[in-house]
Nanobody, 128 residues
Framework: EVQLVQSGGGSVQAGGSLTLTCTAS????????IGWYLQGTGNECKLVSI???????HHADSVKGRFTISRDNAKNTVSLQMRNLKPEDTAVYYC??????????????????????WGQGTQVTVSA
């Protein structure tokens, strides 16, 4: 079955760095876009970054220049490197798979059925 398992995260001081990793199985990983979302109010997930199936990466304006993507299709992994973290980055982060021809939408219900698979979520806490 489609499965995504997250690792990483934790607590850092403002200006510090963290890496989140998503390990996938049960689908054609190399064909899928992988989105990184943060959970806002209620069950709303906001798109932060995309690891494109074509090797490109895209980032929301709020994290552009601070977050970068690494993708290894041979290992079915995607990592999000988060640098110069700010207190407003504090949130639960999810990775999610979008099967072709779909791409991760900017807003979606966290763990919702619109996307084909979700990680379990991981807490990122940034203190001032």
């Amino acid at each position: 079955e489609v499965q995504l398992v997250q690792s990483g995260g934790g607590s850092v001081q403002a200006g510090g760095s963290l890496t989140l990793t998503c390990t996938a199985s049960g689908f054609k990983f190399e064909a899928a876009d992988i989105g990184w979302y943060l959970q806002g109010t209620g069950n709303e997930c906001k798109l932060v970054s995309i690891a494109g199936h074509d090797g490109n990466e895209h980032h929301a304006d709020s994290v552009k220049g601070r977050f970068t993507i690494s993708r290894d299709n041979a290992k079915n992994t995607v990592s999000l490197q988060m640098r110069n973290l700010k207190p407003e980055d504090t949130a639960v982060y999810y990775c999610a798979a979008a099967f072709p021809p779909g791409t991760p939408p900017p807003f979606v219900y966290c763990s919702g059925g619109y996307l084909q698979g979700w990680g379990q979520g991981t807490q990122v806490t940034v203190s001032a």
